[in-house]
């Protein structure tokens, strides 16, 4: 119920130096310098000296119930299990359905989510799949923004895919006005999540859109800019025009560019960093591999970050913030998370200053990671026993 985090160097995700952080309940309740530790009678205390304490990750898009399918029914992976997700230091997800709009369906990743969030994490969704027309649970986009507690937007449509439905720009100019409808009625982010594949038009029909409507260019989420290296100078170009782009973890560096080298040509332009989003695609098959069985990993959103300060030396801030302030600010969730403060939700992600490891994780003021190690699994995971000798 109270938890004491003492000397910890905390990044809110700005460098604020070593603090003791008060957590009360679900809440951080007060951050100062030094706590007394008396101050609550029996709070556990935690001591983080040479440790580093941020916001949990907040990863915005996460195949929660299985991607693939693309190569038949036996390529369908199985639904995401809590302790992979916590052991990446995820606290907060937002679930997708990807292509297969036949075997999953919104009603199922809504069930899905919440299963997550009964078992300690915050789950979020959106609402679609890659076609147009959208899946939807209501009927309507709409609607299932403005009265569905969970869904905060519509994704992830696709386009210059072959796999895209090919929407022209009449069609998402009709998508984005039931996702900016819902997103007013309902004091939702209501964002556009929108899957960018290799093909020949990249970004093309999200600039012709802008250019022909009065749709705010904030709404708008292009995810996997990294996938290749004229998707990227798109989206560069795009940043320039106020938008926000989304990197994929995991990208190899070749045709497309890795994360880590991505986020170093955008720094190093000084383009609207503020609006730079890195996230997983875990859980989902990887580019080209549907018969192949790999799959994304949610752990490779740490690992990117993590790679990214400690290798290409990008400022610890300027990473953090890819997945925390600036995805919960999109998303409409900061300050309530995305940020240490005195207010927010008590997700904390605890890692060691040396090498940058996972130590903990915090979700709602529960400790669900220690030493790295996850301490709550998901009902029906597995559990290996070693066999005896």
Request: net charge negative.
């Amino acid at each position: 119920m109270f938890i004491l985090l003492k000397n910890a160097e905390c990044y809110t995700p700005d460098y604020s130096g070593e603090k003791d952080i008060l957590v009360v309940m679900d809440k951080i309740y007060l951050i100062e310098d030094r706590i007394n530790e008396s101050f609550l009678p029996g709070m556990q205390v935690i001591d983080c000296s040479g440790k580093i304490a941020m916001p949990g990750i907040i990863d915005q898009h996460v195949h929660l119930t299985g991607g693939g399918g693309e190569a038949g029914p036996a390529s369908c992976i199985p639904e995401l299990m809590l302790s992979e997700l916590i052991s990446g230091g995820i606290s907060t997800v937002v679930g997708v359905l990807g292509m297969d709009g036949v075997a999953r369906n919104i009603q199922g990743l809504l069930a899905k989510a919440r299963a997550l969030e009964i078992e300690g994490l915050n789950t979020f969704i959106y609402t679609g799949y890659y076609g147009v027309p959208v899946l939807t649970l209501t009927g309507r986009v709409m609607t299932d923004i403005a009265f569905i507690d969970k869904i905060i937007g519509a994704g992830e449509v696709a386009i210059s895919d072959y796999r895209s439905s090919h929407p022209s720009i009449q069609q998402l100019k009709e998508l984005s006005f039931e996702v900016l409808s819902g997103r007013m009625l309902g004091g939702k982010a209501g964002v556009l999540h929108i899957h960018v594949g290799d093909g020949k038009s990249g970004l093309q029909p999200l600039f012709d859109l802008y250019g022909e409507s009065e749709f705010p260019i904030g709404m708008f989420v292009p995810t996997h800019i990294n996938r290749s290296r004229t998707l990227f100078e798109q989206g560069m170009e795009y940043l320039k025009n106020g938008g926000n782009i989304d990197l994929t973890a995991g990208e190899k560096t070749g045709k497309g560019l890795s994360v880590q080298d991505g986020l170093k040509k955008l720094n190093d332009a000084g383009i609207g960093m503020d609006r730079v989003t890195v996230s997983s695609d875990g859980n989902g098959s990887m580019t080209g591999s549907g018969s192949s069985g790999e799959t994304g990993k949610v752990s490779q959103l740490f690992n990117d970050i993590r790679t990214s300060i400690l290798e290409t030396k990008i400022p610890i801030t300027t990473a953090i913030k890819t997945v925390t302030s600036n995805v919960a600010g999109i998303l409409g969730m900061y300050p309530g998370k995305g940020c240490l403060a005195a207010g927010s939700d008590a997700d904390i992600l605890v890692v060691n200053r040396e090498g940058f490891t996972l130590d903990k994780l915090l979700v709602r003021g529960q400790v669900l990671v220690d030493n790295g190690n996850p301490l709550v699994k998901g009902r029906f995971e597995l559990r290996h026993q070693s066999p005896t000798s």
